[in-house]
């Protein structure tokens, strides 16, 4: 990301595409100053002003400029309906979560047992799309995580979790994430947890978090910690330790 003080301007490079925000007249200076040294697709001027474009593609999402807010929605739909289709769950029952929690007190031997070699290929590439899937959606990203934990040596309760995120994602096809117009605020808050040992296999902890500006989501993780914790105090200082140097 980079800033043009004397023009106002903030610009997101990604590869080769550029997203610039700023007023008409500095966008005009940016748009003819880089068209002499580059050839350049010019796609879409988004705004209020009844000459701009309401509505583009960027990224492989929409954005669409509305009179409450700004609505984004991640094109990956077909992402989700792959990962229903694959599970053979188009007709089935929607659940209300995810994840559930596992405690291998309670598994069978046949739980425990490890995929075959083409089932486990199919774990592997239906967790691939969830992991990609997650960038935009909070609400899969701990079940995902999970998934992708075990991608090395999948077992036959590891195929139950990714139905269930299957059919999680039977209800929950489309996510449209809705930014309201707020004011300028100076600083962002960052909301973080942790779960002392909450794996029940390895008593690693799991660490989340979210990073606010104003009522805008602006990144959110979850991640396994490394370290098994001794103490209460523990995960939650390396949850803080994560928090603060996000990006």
């Not at 960027?58 to 700004?70: A, Q």
């Not at 990956?76 to 309906?81: M, V």
């Not at 040596?153 to 590891?158: A, E, G, L, V």
């Amino acid at each position: 990301m980079f800033n043009h003080p004397g023009n106002d301007l903030r610009v997101v490079v990604y590869g080769d595409d550029f997203t610039i925000l700023g007023s008409e007249h500095p966008l005009d200076w940016f748009k003819n100053e880089i068209k002499r040294v580059y050839e350049m697709d010019f796609k879409a001027r988004v705004g209020p002003d009844e000459g701009d474009t309401k509505m583009v593609r960027l990224l492989n999402r929409t954005i669409e400029w509305e009179h409450d807010g700004i609505y984004m929605e991640e094109n990956k739909r077909r992402h989700a309906e792959i990962i229903v289709k694959h599970l053979n769950l188009e007709g089935c029952t929607p659940l209300a979560a995810p994840n559930e929690k596992i405690n291998p007190k309670h598994l069978s031997d046949e739980d425990m047992k490890e995929l075959s070699r083409e089932d486990a290929s199919t774990y592997r590439a239906l967790a691939a799309r969830g992991n990609y899937l997650s960038i935009d959606r909070s609400d899969i990203r701990y079940a995902v995580r999970e998934l992708a934990r075990r991608m090395s040596k999948p077992r036959n309760i590891d195929y139950r979790r990714s139905v269930r995120l299957g059919r999680y994602s039977r209800s929950k096809m489309r996510v449209v994430n809705k930014l309201n117009y707020q004011k300028n605020f100076k600083f962002m808050d960052i909301w973080t947890d942790t779960d002392q040992s909450g794996c029940l296999e390895t008593r690693k902890s799991t660490t989340g978090g979210v990073i606010m500006l104003g009522n805008h989501l602006l990144k959110h993780w979850s991640s396994t910690q490394t370290i098994i914790s001794l103490f209460s105090g523990e995960p939650a200082y390396y949850g803080c330790v994560r928090a603060g140097s996000q990006d």
